[in-house]
């Protein structure tokens, strides 16, 4: 792939995943810790992401919007009819550095975003309260598996990182789940866990602030800074 612009898909088959804790935070290290412009596209009907920044959602015809600091929000929900997502356009990668999706949980719909941008990055979070769906992992690896030779099949040279990301559970609930040495064709990372802290993230989406910017909660910051490393990134460090 000869395309510059880094994508990154935020997504797990379960609601309440951390889906949205993930794409707003790493949205803002990107523009802090890169040069680069980001895009926050916020592919999930309820649009947590927008209203995270926005402050509220988007009023009628309006699916775009400006930050400072590089930021560029996007609301495009699935659609029932014809193609389920709109299409980013040529120019529009040529016009961010990063794009970060929240996807909503149906898996067809990670399949077909995955299809569309063809991410570098699959962040699958899970939040400790969502741990009984751990046990589904291995198969949302397997359809993520099949749809990426899928795409070397078709002749694309496509090699993306997949991190899964405990957050707030131990790694061994991870791992007595998924055995990622299974998974061949694809590179898994099974990244270090966030601390537990649900009720101050729940907090702080609600109050739409990020959550190192509570007292006592500064270092947090470098949980995402270290969720997001990745050769694939060399910006960000
Ligand atoms: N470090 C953490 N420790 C424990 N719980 C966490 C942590 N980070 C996030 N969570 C929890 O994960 C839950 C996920 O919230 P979030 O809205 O990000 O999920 P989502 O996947 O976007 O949900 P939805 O499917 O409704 O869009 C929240 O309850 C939050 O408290
Ligand atoms: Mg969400």
Known sequence: MDRKTRVILCNYTKGGAGKTTVAVHIARILTEQTPGKVLLMDCDSRPDSWKFFAGQRPSPNQARLSFPHRLDLWWNPPQ??????????????????????????????A???????????????????????????????????????????????????????????????????????LFSDIEIEICVPMQSLDKEIRKALKEKNLIWEYPNLADTKSYFINLIKDKKIPEVN
């Not at 029932?80 to 719909?109: C, H, L, M, W």
């Open 80 to 109: 029932s009819k014809g193609a389920r997502f709109k299409p980013i356009t040529k120019r529009e990668y040529k016009q961010y550095n990063f794009v970060v999706i929240d996807a909503d949980a149906p898996p067809e719909d």
């Open 111 to 181: 399949l077909t975003l995955l299809d569309n941008t063809l991410p570098d990055i699959f962040l699958v979070p899970i939040a400790e309260s969502q741990s009984h769906a751990t046990e589904d992992i291995p198969i949302f690896l397997e359809d993520l598996e099949r749809e990426i030779r899928f795409q070397r099949d078709s002749g694309i040279d496509y090699n993306p990182t997949v991190k899964i990301a405990p957050l707030g559970l131990e790694i061994e609930e991870i791992e007595a789940e998924v055995d990622i040495r």
